[in-house]
């Protein structure tokens, strides 16, 4: 199948970029092109213009502050997955990333198109959910930074506006007695998230002292498992206490947005979501201990 016909403009900053997309009202910006691609040549979307943003170098890599992760919108699955710094303080992040599709996707595939494209089955939104993320887009206005539930709004729909370019994420670093994990449901074919979980644990002595469980796959947006954050808090963190919490994980679901589809209907993965909220507060409990 072939794209629809557009014009096509690389930017060479993101100064450049903005300018463009102002110049050509109904164009698109055009990054690993994993996602767009497809999409234009299944004809669900037809721009008058790419704005292709995947040669500006300011929009890679990743670095720390010594508090603070920023990780450029350009950074590939690739090379999320293979940090040393993301492994030692959002080890969440690059276990989601070296799990995405199959490594053409994760080679080529960036986090900023991951989470601007906002499918309900991919990994990145949970996970960052989960790690608190702040998202970093620059507009007409300046730079703004939006936390998850701001930044994702529902199906395939984000806070980033049709001027706008999603810059990067930034993370805090996991503290002392900290870790995250993530456990997922994948599609046997594409690798998408069928279900996908991300916990960060804080634990003392065994205690459980802060807990963030956010789930994706199940609903159009990551959502907060509160009732599972909740059992957890306070407590003396068993094996058996961390399969009862995550039991409760379907007392945050609505069912009325729960997605079905031939591979796995809502009802089951509602069943079924507890076993992959274990398995990640699981690895994290075990990372932070
Ligand atoms: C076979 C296959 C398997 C996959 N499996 C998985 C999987 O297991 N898990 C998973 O999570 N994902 C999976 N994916 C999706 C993949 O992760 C995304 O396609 C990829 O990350 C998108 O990034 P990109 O750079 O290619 O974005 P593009 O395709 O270039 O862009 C995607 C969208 O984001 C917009 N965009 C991109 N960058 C920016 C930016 N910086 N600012 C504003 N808007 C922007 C574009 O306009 C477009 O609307 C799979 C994809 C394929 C093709």
New binding site residues.
């Given amino acids: 199948m072939f794209a629809p016909e557009f014009d096509y403009y690389r930017a060479g900053s993101v100064a450049e970029a903005r300018e463009l997309l102002d110049a050509h009202p109904d164009s698109?910006?055009?990054?690993?092109?994993?996602?767009?691609?497809?999409i234009l040549k299944l004809r669900l979307a037809a721009p008058a213009a790419l704005i292709d943003?995947g040669r500006i170098d300011a929009l890679r890599g990743i670095a720390s502050d010594g508090s603070t992760i920023r990780i450029g919108?350009l950074t590939t699955?690739a090379e999320i997955a293979a940090s040393d710094l993301l492994k030692g303080k959002a080890a969440a992040l690059p276990e989601a990333a070296g799990?995405?599709?199959?490594p053409a996707?994760r080679n080529?595939?960036?986090i900023?198109?991951?989470v601007?494209?906002a499918d309900p089955a991919?990994?990145?939104p949970a996970v960052l959910a989960c790690l608190g993320a702040a998202f970093v887009i620059e507009g007409a206005d300046g730079e703004r930074r939006v936390s998850a539930p701001d930044f994702f709004q529902g199906l395939m729909t984000t806070a980033?506006g049709e001027d706008e370019?999603?810059t990067g994420v930034e993370l805090s670093e996991a503290g002392d007695g900290e870790a995250s994990a993530y456990s997922k449901f994948?599609h046997p074919a594409?690798?998408?998230?069928v279900i996908g979980t991300a916990a960060k644990v804080g634990l003392s002595d065994g205690v459980c002292t802060s807990a963030r469980v956010v789930v994706g796959g199940l609903v159009p947006a990551p959502v907060r498992a509160g009732a599972v954050e909740q059992a957890l808090v306070g407590q003396a963190v068993t094996t058996e206490l961390i399969a009862e919490a995550s039991r409760k994980v379907g007392d945050s679901l609505d069912d009325d947005d729960l997605l079905g589809d031939v591979y796995a209907s809502a009802g089951y993965r509602k069943a079924s979501a507890h076993a992959w909220v274990r398995g990640a507060l699981s690895a994290a409990v075990a990372r932070a201990g």
């Fill in positions: 698109t910006v055009l990054a690993g092109g994993h996602s767009l691609i497809p943003i919108a699955h799990q995405i599709g199959d996707v080529r595939g960036t900023g198109g991951n601007a494209h991919s990994d990145l980033v370019i999603l994948a594409s690798r998408y998230a």
